[in-house]
């Protein structure tokens, strides 16, 4: 079946530093979308790719959708300690849009 | 906030015992999404409801049930309890059944097995 990867499981850097996750399909996506999870939180909605070589910014935050709508990244600019949570990119496979796959997720701690 | 509600927040259960949880979706939304989220581990979906028919599964065995009720709101139930099924449990509600319609999730119930 489909799965989700998601590299670093764990990202430890000092306030000020950037910040990279990335998430990997085993098969084609229809789309990605990344949530934010804080400590003891739920999940919470960031952004959706859809379009193949898609780019999108939110302020610090730089999403990207692979060519081939397999991989993404997230890209925090110069964290804050608001950043901290854990990053999930999850993907519908191409031709099932009722099952949203989640990777593992990356937990981001940040030293003031 | 995202307007979706669950309850309770917080249970204990024991082995073989069952649970019903609650899920309010947002006002305007006729789509329930459920998943499993055990501790350090990503959201695994459960099942999707659309205008109260089940509408995708994944790989839970079918002790795990639910509901969608003429007003949207949702239920899961929980059979046969063990001690795997300790989780925090999420709903998700979302305007639509499409793969670009956003999901809203709510604070989750954790449920603990003993």
């Not at chain 1, 397999?70 to 949570?85: M, P």
């Amino acid at each position: 079946g489909q799965q989700v990867m998601q590299i670093p499981q764990y990202q430890h850097v000092q306030e000020g530093e950037d910040f990279t996750t990335y998430c990997n399909s085993s098969t084609t996506l229809s789309n990605i979308q990344w949530y934010k999870q804080r400590p003891g939180g739920h999940p919470v909605f960031l952004i959706q790719l859809v379009k193949s070589g898609e780019v999108k910014k939110q302020k610090r935050l730089t999403f990207q959708f692979g060519e081939a709508k397999k991989n993404s990244s997230l890209h925090i600019t110069a964290t804050q300690t608001t950043d901290v949570g854990t990053y999930f990119c999850a993907g519908y496979e191409k031709g099932n849009n009722r099952k949203l796959i989640w990777g593992l997720g990356t937990s981001l701690a940040v030293n003031p | 906030e995202t307007g979706v509600t669950q309850s309770p927040t917080h249970l204990i259960k024991t082995r073989g015992q069952q649970v019903t949880l609650r899920c309010s979706s947002q006002s305007g939304h006729n789509t329930v999404s459920w998943y499993q989220q055990a501790l350090g581990q990503g959201p695994q979906f459960i099942f999707q409801y659309y205008r109260e028919e089940e509408n995708g599964r994944g790989n839970f065995p079918p002790r795990f049930s639910g509901l969608q009720f003429p007003n949207y709101s949702s239920e899961l139930n929980v059979n046969a309890l063990e001690l795997d099924d300790s989780a925090l449990y999420l709903c998700a509600s979302s305007p639509g059944q499409g793969a670009s319609d956003t999901q809203y999730f709510g604070p989750g119930t954790r449920l603990t097995v003993l």
